[in-house]
């Protein structure tokens, strides 16, 4: 099923590449530029996008071993993410139900926590071990002090948690089938090679750009080069979208040449080579693959929102089909990921923090997403769509959608 898609919507990019067109949306669309700098709905957008739907928070192979742990700080919500003696995943509210301090930092490798502020112990399922000084602290039901706990779900090498511990909306109904798309690209045997941090501005004038190829051959003349297609076709699954452009080639297997699918027996296409383009998670992930030195790799760019409505932080993951052997392998993987920072950090994050600056001047009304957009129309329908939806609601929105997936 999932591969089918991919053949289709090959075939479409293919049949759009060859008459030199795109798909358009119906039409130009405006976004209030209130939505990147109004501080109230910022705060709503916390609640009700961030902390109310699964987010992507880390890699499978962060998470490798038993014992593994990864904590971090998600819209104010303090995580601790670990690998079970099961080889589970579990996700916890990182706060020692003593008196709520966090129980572990950074990332690592432990099977049980100690807090660091009075000594109560836990293991790494959540489970309260030990109250320091039992005797004097005076009795309580461990069972009911261990930690809280949120939804959490592995798949395609990847780890989605929900930040609501009484989340009612299933992950894998929010995902779409989206899931089994991501699964062409073996993420769970993949290596990860380095991560860093930018600072970005607004979560969605970030996100705008990740969404958007028109772009490309201006922003990025001086890296990717001014003849760089600006066109791109949108592929949905529920509010998760691919983008990639319409075209008759495709980067060939393992190199940076590319070879002509419209001239290949569809049974000869690579599978590799049907992933192009950039593959977007709702509401916060962007992930593009790439072929440069080192092998083939992807990096994986994890948007969570900053201290202020104009303010953002992303996570920039780069992982390896292969683990490098050797110096050149690895040099060439480092200097791929480097220029990537570049790209990103001077020249889209730059851009997108002086958009941001000028935004919050208050004296635009609207901003504008053209019928090439289709990306940012979408995902800011979504954004407004689930922002408005009750609980109640989200659960129809994303039945509804499995509905419509499987008449497909
Ligand atoms: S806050 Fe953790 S032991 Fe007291
Ligand atoms: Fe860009």
């Known amino acids: 099923m999932s591969r089918d898609q991919l053949y289709a919507m090959t ?20 976004v209030p530029a209130s939505a990147y700098t109004d501080p109230e709905l910022y705060a709503q957008e916390k609640e009700r996008i961030f902390k109310r739907l699964p987010l992507m928070l880390a890699l499978s192979c962060e998470l490798r071993a038993p014992g593994a742990f990864k904590a971090m700080e998600v819209a104010g919500v303090p995580v601790l993410l670990t690998r079970q003696a099961d080889g589970s995943i579990g996700a916890f509210l990182n706060m020692c139900t003593h008196r709520g301090n966090p129980l572990a930092q950074g990332s690592g490798s432990a099977n049980r926590f100690m807090c660091g502020y ?5 293991r790494n399922d959540g489970e309260l071990l030990g109250v320091a000084s039992p005797g004097d602290f005076g009795a309580i039901d461990k069972a009911a002090h261990c930690l809280k ?20 909306l299933a992950i894998a109904d929010f995902l779409c089938g989206y899931d089994a798309m991501l699964e062409h690209f073996g993420f769970a045997d993949w290596h990860l090679f380095d991560s860093r941090q930018l600072d970005g501005p607004n979560w969605k004038t970030t996100y705008d750009g990740y969404l958007d190829f028109y772009h490309l051959p201006v922003l990025h003349a001086n890296t990717f080069g001014s003849d760089f297609f600006n066109r791109a076709n949108f ?16 980067q060939k297997t393992g190199s940076t040449e590319t070879v002509d699918l419209s001239a290949m027996d569809e049974a000869d296409w690579p599978i590799d080579a049907l992933l192009q383009g950039v593959w977007t998670i709702f509401p916060h992930i962007s992930i593009a693959s790439f072929y440069g030195g080192g092998g083939r790799g992807a990096l994986i760019s994890q948007l969570l929102p900053g201290a202020t409505v104009g303010e953002s932080v992303t996570t920039q993951f780069y992982v390896m089909e292969h683990k490098p052997t050797d110096d050149a392998v690895r040099q060439g993987a480092r200097d791929q990921f480097d220029f990537l920072k ?5 020249e889209d994050y730059a851009t997108g923090r002086r958009q941001q600056q ?13 019928r090439n957009e ?20 989200l659960l129809s929105i994303f039945a509804a959608e499995k509905v419509a997936e499987a008449a497909e």
């Open 118 to 122: 009075h000594g109560w112990t836990f």
């Open 149 to 168: 706990r949120f939804p959490v779900l592995e798949r395609a090498g990847l780890i989605w948690v929900t930040l609501d511990p009484g989340s009612k």
């Open 342 to 346: 570049i790209v990103v950090a001077e």
């Open 235 to 250: 592929f949905g699954w529920g509010p998760h979208q691919r983008l990639s452009s319409p075209s008759i080639k495709a």
């Open 358 to 370: 000028a935004l919050q001047s208050g004296l635009m009304d609207t901003v504008l997403f053209g």
């Open 11 to 30: 075939r479409s990019l293919i049949a759009h590449g060859q008459a030199k067109t795109m798909e358009l949306a119906d039409e130009v669309v405006r």
């Open 374 to 393: 289709r990306g940012g129309q979408v995902f800011h329908q979504w954004v407004a769509k689930l922002m408005a939806a009750n609980d109640e609601e």
